[in-house]
C-alpha cells in the first residue's frame, strides 16, 4: 500500500542484503531496528517494502481490472511530515495532476542520506483505472536505483500500480462505507504490482467515519486499517479524505509483533505508533 516509515522502501532489499538491518537490537540502536521493520520506506508505499530474497512470479495476464468508484480523482499537492523516534523528520510530498484524459499521481521524499520518488499514470475508462505506465527511483547513501514501466499492452494486467492504488482505495472505501461493506469481520483486498511488477494483496477494513483537523481545514475522514497479505503484523492505520482519493489525513505504523507474546499471540492489545505521518499544507482548487 506504504512506504510510511523512513527511508527508502526499496533499499530493505540491499540494506538485508548487507546485513544492515539483520542486527540485534543490542548491535544497534533500537531507532534502527524501528526503522528496519517499517520497511525502510519514506515514500508511502501502501503495501510495504518490498521483500528481501523474494522470487514471487510476475502477475498472470489474466488478472482482472482494478475497480473504480464513482469519485473522480481531484488534482491536488500535499506535504507531509513522516516523524520516526531517533530519526530526522523527513518532508514527503505528494501530488495527483491530471493532463487531458490522463492522471498523475506520485510521491517524492528526502533526506540527507536517502531521497526517491514514485510516479503512477493511469486513465479512466468504463469504470476501470487503466495504468499507462510508473517509473521510481531510490538512492541511499548515493546508492540506488531506477524502475520504469511502460503501459501495458492490450491482453495484459492492467493492475494499478501502489500510487495509483492509493488513488483507488480511496475511491473504494467511500461506496464500501455507505454499504456498510469490509469492516471488521470481512475485510476486502486490492492487488496492485509493486515496483519490480510483481502482484501483491492489499488487505484492509473500514474502522468508521471521523472528522479531523489538519493543514488548517477539517476534513471528512474514513479510518482504515490496512496490511499486505502474508505480512498480517505489520499494519497502517490511515484516514483517507475520499473528497480528494490518494490523499492522506494522517498514518499511524503499527507493529503488532511488538505486543505478540511468546505464543504468538495479540492478546487484544494494540502496539504504540512507531511512526507516523502529518498532513501539513493541502493545495487545491476544491475547498
Not at 505528494?94 to 493532463?99: F, G, I, M, P, T
Not at 492489499?202 to 488548517?216: D, F, K, N, S, V
Request: hydrophobic share 35%.
Amino acid at each position: 500500500m506504504t512506504l510510511p516509515s523512513s527511508a527508502l522502501s526499496h533499499f530493505s532489499e540491499s540494506a538485508a542484503r548487507r546485513g544492515v538491518c539483520t542486527a540485534t537490537r543490542a548491535d544497534r540502536p533500537s531507532a534502527w531496528q524501528r526503522l528496519c521493520r517499517a520497511g525502510l520506506g519514506a515514500l508511502l508505499l501502501l503495501a510495504g517494502s518490498a521483500q528481501a530474497a523474494s522470487d514471487e512470479a510476475a502477475v498472470s495476464p489474466d488478472a482482472p481490472l482494478a475497480p473504480v468508484a464513482s469519485i473522480a480523482p481531484v488534482p491536488f499537492t500535499a506535504h507531509y511530515t513522516l516523524v520516526l523516534d531517533g530519526w530526522p523528520d523527513v518532508p514527503i510530498t505528494q501530488r495527483v495532476s491530471q493532463s487531458g484524459e490522463l492522471y498523475i499521481a506520485s510521491m517524492e521524499a528526502s533526506i540527507k542520506v536517502a531521497s526517491g520518488y514514485e510516479q503512477g499514470r493511469f486513465t479512466l475508462a468504463e469504470g476501470r483505472m487503466l495504468p499507462e505506465g510508473y517509473r521510481s527511483g531510490y538512492r541511499l547513501a548515493g546508492i540506488g536505483k531506477d524502475y520504469n514501466r511502460e503501459a501495458p499492452q492490450a491482453g495484459n494486467t492492467r493492475l494499478p500500480d501502489r500510487q495509483s492504488l492509493l488513488v483507488l482505495l480511496s475511491q473504494q472505501v467511500d461506496s464500501q462505507w455507505s454499504e456498510q461493506a469490509c469492516l471488521a469481520a470481512t475485510p476486502c483486498s486490492l492487488d496492485y504490482l509493486d515496483h519490480k511488477g510483481r502482484q501483491r494483496t492489499l488487505m484492509y477494513e473500514i474502522q468508521g467515519q471521523e472528522t479531523r483537523q489538519a493543514a488548517q481545514r477539517t476534513f471528512r475522514t474514513l479510518r482504515i486499517e490496512a496490511w499486505r497479505k502474508h505480512r498480517e503484523h505489520k499494519h497502517y492505520r490511515i484516514w483517507l479524505a475520499p473528497r480528494w482519493p490518494g490523499l492522506m489525513v494522517g498514518l499511524d505504523y503499527l507493529d503488532y509483533e511488538d505486543v505478540m507474546d511468546k505464543d504468538g499471540n495479540r492478546n487484544g492489545k494494540v502496539p504504540p505508533r512507531s511512526a507516523h505521518l502529518t498532513l501539513n499544507q493541502l493545495s487545491s482548487a476544491r475547498q
